[in-house]
């Protein structure tokens, strides 16, 4: 029987809104240590952290204890991959390079004899027309390098300042849970796929659509949750 596979989305690292679990890096810590050797695959589907960009000699210390955390899941043997999310889409060859895992914008595996499609999910409700044209123009290169000229501390700030406004907008916008179905089901059917996995609107659930199963593992701020799969079926862990 192969091990089990683990996918969670959206923690949020470095921001700790009203009501946030407390300490919940040190519970995700945790969460690692205790599937060391007992995990195939563990995909972290989008919005690790709050905030994420990478200087040439600038990684942010705050994040250290993960860091090893997610280097001794993969010295054991697990397959790790990151999700580009909308709050940390800018990594650079840290993650791959120093720690072996993988960043991915989406990405397909083979799991247990099923076809596992993963995104985000950013960009994909209609809702989210503004910020797709706002990522093509914070990805440019030109605004990468200008990004990169803010001193780190000063850069952080901004960049948190930024999402506590976004976050305080995004509050008070409607999901419309269809438009993920909608989409999950036209990925299955175009990717040839037997699941997909998304995040981003931090409703944790299991769907079953016409081309198979479309699956968000939740979020990690309130309520943390993990989407487990084990003999090609998935459940959906409280934590």
């Known amino acids: 029987m192969s091990l089990p596979a683990y996918f969670i989305s959206d923690v949020h690292l470095g921001v700790n809104p009203p009501g946030a679990l407390p300490g919940r890096e040190k519970k995700l810590i945790q969460f690692l240590e205790f599937i060391r050797g007992k995990a195939s695959h563990l995909v972290l589907v989008g919005d690790l952290f709050e905030f994420w960009y990478e200087y ?3 990684v942010n210390r705050n ?4 860091f090893f955390a997610l280097r001794e899941l993969v010295r054991s043997g697990c397959e790790v991959h990151v999700m580009q999310g909308n709050h940390d889409f ?3 060859d840290f993650f791959p390079k120093t720690l072996g895992v993988q960043v991915h914008r ?4 083979e799991i247990q004899g099923k076809r596992v499609f993963f995104h985000h999910g950013d960009g994909v409700a209609k809702s989210d ?5 706002m990522r093509r123009i914070l990805d440019l290169p030109l605004n990468r390098w200008l990004f990169r000229q803010i001193h780190p501390d000063r850069g952080m700030a901004i960049a948190r300042f930024v999402g506590r406004n976004s976050r305080k907008l995004g509050e008070s916008r409607e999901i419309n849970i269809n438009e993920y179905l909608d989409w ?5 059917k175009r990717r040839n796929c037997d699941i997909c996995v998304h995040g981003h609107h931090h409703i944790a659930g299991i769907w079953n659509v016409k081309n198979g199963v479309v699956a968000s593992p939740g979020e990690w701020i309130w309520k ?4 487990r799969m084990e003999e090609g079926g ?6």
Do not use: K
């Open 234 to 239: 998935l459940i959906l862990d409280t934590l």
């Open 90 to 92: 800018a990594y650079g």
């Open 56 to 58: 040439r000699d600038y």
């Open 224 to 227: 943390p949750a993990v989407l």
């Open 106 to 109: 989406s990405l397909v595996l």
């Open 184 to 188: 999950g089901t036209s990925v299955l």
């Open 129 to 133: 027309r503004g910020y797709r044209i």
């Open 63 to 66: 994040h250290f204890e993960l």
